[in-house]
């Protein structure tokens, strides 16, 4: 006589059913964090147009209306108060169709909100942005390329020129190489498996 072959038990089939509804949680609570996070930094992005004088980009030479930030380059990047955050600009980033406020202090709750300066200023070189890779936030860093233009506009409408000039991928413990002042703007993310940071490097066009 055959052996009669087991059917799976109902325990077995409601365990694949419980996995297969908490992916679908998982996913769709993933989804949920990203739409938030973007319609977040867009009515950040409504307010601090309000606030902010018309991006200008300096020209060389000195005059009557030279920026403080070129008579002194130390001085720190100006904060304005949004919603209880401090906010020290605008990233925009044309090849992806993205424009981001830019929060002025690094945590991981607040980069939910948006992108976090985690170190330096734009007024001297090692200026570093961390984003979380919400699609709406850092997640197209990858395709951006070698020679793109990124614009940063401090919260006084001062306007900053950067073009990308090397991507890198970085380790975790990599924070010395990530605060590197050969760049004058970092931008980077967690890769998906987390281990990694992809990094892209600009270079300033001025001053």
């Known amino acids: 006589m055959k052996a009669k072959r087991k059917r799976p038990g109902k325990k077995m089939m409601l365990s694949g059913l419980l996995l297969l509804a908490t992916a679908l949680l998982l996913s769709g609570y993933n989804i949920w964090t990203e739409w938030k996070a973007g319609v977040s930094a867009h009515h950040v992005l409504e307010q601090m147009e309000g606030m902010m004088e018309t991006s200008r980009i300096p020209e060389a030479g000195p005059d009557p209306d030279t920026p403080d930030y070129i008579l002194n380059p130390n001085m720190e990047l100006p904060q304005k ?3 209880g ?16 406020p830019v929060l002025g202090e690094y945590s991981l709750p ?39 233009p990124i614009y940063f ?7 900053f020129v950067y073009h990308v000039a090397a991507v890198q991928v970085l380790g975790a413990d990599g924070v010395e190489e990530m605060l590197s002042e050969e760049w004058d703007l970092t931008l980077f993310t967690c890769t998906y498996s987390g281990q990694t ?3 892209v490097r600009c270079l300033a066009e001025w001053p």
């Open 81 to 83: 108060n949004i919603n």
């Open 85 to 100: 955050k401090n906010y020290v600009g605008i990233l925009e980033l044309p090849s992806l169709r993205l424009t981001l």
């Open 110 to 148: 607040d980069m939910a909100i948006a992108p976090c300066r985690y170190a330096g200023t734009a007024y001297r070189s090692g200026f570093v942005v961390a984003g979380h890779n919400y699609r709406t936030h850092f997640g197209s860093l990858n395709r951006l390329e070698t020679g793109d």
């Open 153 to 159: 506009t401090d919260m006084n409408g001062n306007g």
């Open 197 to 199: 940071r992809f990094t």
